[in-house]
């Protein structure tokens, strides 16, 4: 890497300075961070906790299932090897510093799988070391169960209580450096402080004239002066990050510029101005001998979608059964109340667009669809007096099991409009058609935070899409279990129900 592209710097150039802190610039860049420090005492809890919860569940075991009392130093070490093994797992993962960028699931989630792998290495090394003689699998078992919900508890009440300090402003993330042109780093810096990225300073970009064009400086290895100043100038901060902010045409200074931001102990970050959103969204990901910018990605994996699909079978199925009675006498009570078919099959669009046939309890007196179809609304009148009960306690939507059972259905995911609310709004709202990257739901993310029935403003089918593009962007076999129990024990999974 050279630095040519300084070279043409007139002699006059100042580097201004621009300050965003409010008194803590150097304070706190001295030692770890307080955000630092609190992780480390999560960490440190957590290590406390698994260790007791370890030793006492076992000896719990012996006194309350085998009514032996085992001596007081037994299960010690194993103990301390097993919270040991819980530590050196989840800072190997680097799981404890992903409470800033992960949602609550997927955070315990992760905690869940170091559990798993722990006791892996744990029966692994006793049965190496042949100390399983007198250690029973019951004993392993319980002390499993005990050191995942310490864990599990644990890092949930850490996310609560540190996720809202980080985005209040009481507990700084990150602390950072902005190179860039002003108004590019206050609107930089505005974004980033919303997730505890606090800016400590920032400094114009070192713009070159007609760089390009300029051979190469014969003492190339040497950073010009004010280069070797800015540097200079950064390194006092002792800040965490340096963010050089560039547009197209200050790729290759900027290069240089993170070559020479290099000789400071902090990670440097190049962003292309006008490009934050879709950097966002973006990752570095290997294709084939080359390195791309992958922008989105199908939202499941095949393994994924292998298990969901096993999941749907399983709760379909189980499903099926338990209400088999309400496919007896829901027939009845609407072929008594008015003529008609007792199913009602709509037309919607499915998984990749693609339409679908959606089988319901008839809850209407007509059978609307495609162009003529017009959602219910409240005390609507082409509503039974028995449809008005199917659709309060959402029984109505149970035939959708055979969908599931068929394929063109999930469990949860989005919910499927009529073709014709989805052509209206796929026009007004964007990636409105990504809500069908995933197959349909008979429940979904937005049903049970409320976001269900009729939706006759823009406002409450753009809530409707973010609560669905969220379900897809952040999917797990947990949070599917969690809306299923949702879906029956949440108030707002039965708001807007008419």
Known sequence: MTYASFTNLPASTKLQAHSFDDGRAIAGGVGWSRLTALLVVAAGTEF?????????????????????SPDSAR?????LLIS?????????LRQYSRILTQPRHVFLWSGASAVLLVFSFFVSAIFVLKASGDYSRATVIVQAGSVLVTVLCTRAI????????IA?????ARRVILIGDPGHCLQFSARANATGIRTIRSFDFPRARAASLVPAHPDAGQAPPDVRQLVANCRPFR????????????CGSALALAAALSDLPVDVHVVLVGSIDLMAVSRSTQFGNMVTMRIFQSPLTPF???????????????GLVL?????VIVPIAIKLESRGPVFFRQTRHGYNNEPIRVLKFRSMTVMEEGDNFRPATRHDPRVTRVGRLLRRTNVDELPQLFNVLLGNMSIVGPRPHATSQNESFNALISSFSRRHNVKPGITGWAQVNGYRGNVDTLEKMQRRVEHDLYYIDNWSVLLDFKIMVMTFFSKKAYWNAY
């Open 84 to 92: 040991t093994l819980e530590l050196l797992v989840s800072t190997g």
């Open 168 to 172: 209040s402003g009481l507990i700084d």
């Open 239 to 250: 800040v965490d990050d340096v963010v050089i902010l560039i547009s197209e045409s200050d």
């Open 48 to 68: 406390l906790l698994v260790a007791g919860a370890a030793y006492f569940a076992a000896v719990l075991y012996h006194r309350v299932v085998l009514l032996e």
């Open 75 to 79: 299960y010690i070490l194993e103990s």
């Open 323 to 327: 209400t088999s009675i309400l496919f």
């Open 304 to 318: 994924s979608r292998a298990i969901k699909r096993g999941v749907d079978i399983a709760v379909a199925s189980v």
């Open 158 to 165: 850490w996310f609560s209580v540190l996720q809202p300090a």
